[in-house]
């Protein structure tokens, strides 16, 4: 088990701006020294030769030609739906 001490974890909740009463100081202690253990454990993992793992899927990226398309909507058409304008421009209430 990790060597984690009270004053590490009361360390760590100053530096996280946390109170901490004495039995969370404990189950704290006892947590964080189990992840570390954990930790520990992958540290140990002989991973040499193995390739990292992008994705698993199997999939390329599947990419079309941007092309330029022409606009489905006519602008002035929008524009008559609009509830208030100004001209060519949208009257929206005041925003602060």
């Known amino acids: 088990m990790s060597k984690l001490t009270r004053e590490d974890v009361l360390k760590l909740a ?23 253990d954990y930790v520990d454990q992958l540290k140990a993992v002989d991973v040499d030769g193995l ?15 941007d092309t330029v398309q022409p606009a489905k909507a006519d602008a002035e058409k ?13 009257r929206v209430g005041r925003m602060i």
Do not use: C, F, H, W
């Open 14 to 36: 100053r530096l996280s701006s946390l109170t901490l009463s004495d039995d969370e100081v404990e189950q704290y202690r006892t947590e964080l020294a189990s992840i570390l």
């Open 51 to 65: 390739k990292p793992t992008y994705q698993v899927s199997g999939l390329t990226n599947s990419m079309r030609e």
């Open 78 to 90: 929008l524009l008559e739906r609009l509830p208030s304008r100004d001209d060519r421009y949208i």
